[in-house]
């Protein structure tokens, strides 16, 4: 009696196995995320940071230079992993470097930590999202066209206003295919705001920790905060408007 046998399985193609290379680094940031939410959830809160604020005191005071590259290394590891901790990590740059340099090397790290994400998502999906929105035609292909045109106000007022969640700020662009240039750019200049206000609320927080309190990490809600960034996130988004009833018309 003849045994019937299935064919051995061929190996994946060269262009099967560029696709899972591409798709790596974004399989390993979707794994860190899952398993940051789960560890390191509940440990990266302001009571971290006094826990550690007298052996990170004097790591700085020993070795500066050093402590500012640990610093930027992990923030931006912090934000390119989608990992909990941004907002502690933003603080501890004020705490540890003062207002200045403290801001610029928060800004420099999410910056980078964005950056290593959007290019992992963008190395994952490609172009594939952004040609099938701009095939869909109707309003969806309005939208991308219209966005195309008012790239940058776009990606500012993303930053600027703190409606849309970071992770989600680094995403969309790289799905919609945003050029690496411009959303850096705009990454660094819109969240210098932010980074300033969490920078300067980080400097002071020695005298919170030393009085046993814990800091508000809802401040830049707080209306004398928030006001002024909604009036900056109006003045990035006044180009788009002007642009827009012209465009309409043509």
Excluded: C, K
Aim: positive net charge.
């Amino acid at each position: 009696m003849r045994v019937m046998t299935s064919p051995p399985a061929r190996p994946p193609g060269p262009a099967a196995r560029r696709r899972l290379l591409r798709l790596l680094p974004m399989l390993a940031i979707l794994a860190a995320a899952a398993a940051g939410a789960v560890l390191l959830g509940d440990r990266l809160g302001p009571e971290a940071l006094s826990a550690h604020r007298a052996a990170l005191i004097a790591f700085r005071d020993a070795h500066y230079a050093a402590a500012a590259a640990a610093f930027v290394l992990a923030y931006a590891a912090i934000v390119a992993l989608s990992l909990p901790g941004a907002t502690l990590a933003t603080l501890t740059g004020g705490f540890l470097f003062g207002i200045f340099p403290g801001v610029l090397l928060n800004v420099a790290a999410a910056t980078a930590g964005a950056v290593a994400l959007f290019l992992a998502v963008r190395a994952g999906f490609g172009t594939a999202i952004a040609a099938r929105l701009d095939a869909a035609g109707g309003r969806v292909g309005r939208l991308m066209a219209g966005l195309r045109r008012n790239e940058i106000p776009v990606l500012l007022v993303m930053r600027l206003v703190p409606v849309v969640p970071f992770v989600l700020a680094n995403l969309i662009p790289a799905v919609l295919g945003i050029g690496l240039g411009r959303f850096a750019a705009t990454t660094f200049v819109g969240i210098i705001p932010g980074a300033l206000v969490y920078t300067a609320a980080g400097a002071g927080l020695g005298e919170v920790l030393a009085r046993g309190e814990a800091p508000d990490l809802g401040l830049i809600l707080e209306p004398q905060v928030l006001l002024p960034l909604l009036g900056l996130a109006v003045l990035a988004a006044l180009p788009a408007a002007l642009r827009l009833p012209g465009r309409g018309r043509g």
